[in-house]
């Protein structure tokens, strides 16, 4: 039996998304402590840069927020042009974080403190 298994992203965190001109931001905010701890060693900017390729962005960079357990990231000139200019179907890049938060991430098996707790 593996030790490691695969989640949407989802699961460990939520997100939101738009733009900043041609550049889309990204922010991914954990659910738990561990969620987080996770993230930041796991959720890089080269993964992410990574995932978004085919949007042909110039480059990704990561800022960590601590105080809100989480992630943003800048996606540079992924929205070819942005808002007015682009002619792709989310010039505003309102669903990046979408995107991202369904992309599968390989955790521990005993992942239960990382994951969103249902009341």
Same mark, same amino acid.
């Given at each position: ?22 550049? +889309?931001?990204?922010?991914?905010? #954990? ?5 987080? +701890? ?10 992410? +840069? #990574? ?7 110039? @480059?990704?960079?990561?800022?960590? #927020? ?32 979408? #995107? ?15 994951? @969103?707790?249902?009341?």
């Amino acid at each position: 039996m593996s030790d490691l298994i695969f989640l949407p992203l989802s699961q460990l965190a939520h997100g939101r998304s738009g733009d900043k001109g041609s550049h +889309a931001n990204v922010a991914v905010i #954990a659910f738990s402590d561990a969620g987080y +701890a996770w993230l930041k060693t796991h959720l890089t900017a080269e993964v992410v +840069a #990574a995932y978004f390729a085919p949007l042909g962005g110039t @480059r990704v960079e990561r800022f960590e #927020a601590d105080n809100v357990r989480g992630l943003n990231f800048m996606l540079y000139d992924a929205l070819a042009g942005g808002a007015s200019r682009s002619l792709r179907s989310d010039t505003q890049g309102k669903s990046y974080a979408l #995107a991202l938060l369904r992309m599968p991430v390989e955790v521990p098996a005993d992942h239960a403190d990382m994951i @969103r707790e249902i009341a």
